[in-house]
């Protein structure tokens, strides 16, 4: 179904509070909770691993968006599964067999998402829609919240055309708000990650406020 997800990126959260966030999160509308995942090589910052992801699953009662940017992905595909991911994203950027790294994920049992930098082409991806339940459009180079949004509507509208009638959700993930959201859901996104425009102006002493962010979004 094609209704519109929002899914906060605890990127943006308090680091020493992730429990209690993604809880306040979720209790105030979150639709799924996105995790970052960066290695310090694939992107120039590192965030946490298998361990730390497998801790948060108890929190997560909605689904569990694992966003790997990391190179290589296969050796930790069965580590993400184990500690409970729903849905596993794998950078397209990151080797040479995407197509191998997506067979895997669904194999181990989750849903399969390939993620794009905004570098990369709508058609990068033309060979792969069939081993996936997810593209994750990217409208920021990765690595850090809060950076500006790069307009990728043309990209969003290719990818919607190629997908056809496939059960193929597009995700957007980089500089996210209350301007940018209805111009990607306009082009077909239905997935959309936010997370300095969530987090902003809370805590989780604060109740309310990320649902206000949530609903503004
Ligand atoms: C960027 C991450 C994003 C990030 C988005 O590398 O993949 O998920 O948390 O943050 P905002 O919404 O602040 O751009
Ligand atoms: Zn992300």
Request: aromatic share 6%; glycine share 10%.
């Given at each position: 179904?094609?209704?519109?997800k ?7 959260a ?7 966030e ?5 209790a ?16 120039p ?25 990391i ?9 993400y599964?184990d500690?409970g ?18 067979q895997a994920?669904r ?8 993620a ?26 990765p690595?850090f ?10 990209k ?18 980089g ?14 996104a ?13 805590s ?9 962010n949530?609903?503004?979004?």
């Open positions: 179904d094609r209704t519109i929002i899914a906060p990126s605890i990127l943006s308090d680091f020493a509070n992730f429990g209690a993604i809880q306040a999160i979720e105030q509308g979150a639709d799924w909770v996105h995790i970052d995942v960066m290695d310090g090589h694939f992107v910052n590192l965030t946490f691993g298998p361990p730390a992801v497998k801790a948060f699953r108890p929190h997560v009662k909605t689904v569990m968006d694992v966003h790997l940017m190179a290589p992905v296969d050796p930790y595909i069965q580590a599964a500690a991911a729903d849905v596993l994203t794998a950078h397209i950027e990151a080797g040479p067999h995407s197509h191998r790294t997506l994920i194999a181990a049992g989750m849903k399969a998402g390939i794009l930098n905004p570098g990369t082409p709508a058609e990068a991806v033309e060979h792969l829609l069939d081993l996936t339940d997810l593209i994750c459009v990217m409208t920021v180079n690595g919240g809060g950076q500006k949004f790069i307009d990728m509507t043309s969003i509208r290719r990818l919607r055309q190629m997908i056809g009638d496939r059960p193929v959700h597009i995700e957007i993930d500089g996210v708000d209350p301007n940018t959201a209805p111009l990607v859901a306009a082009a077909g239905d997935v959309l990650v936010a997370g300095s425009a969530v987090f902003k102006g809370g989780v002493d604060q109740p309310g406020v990320y649902g206000d949530i609903r503004a979004v």
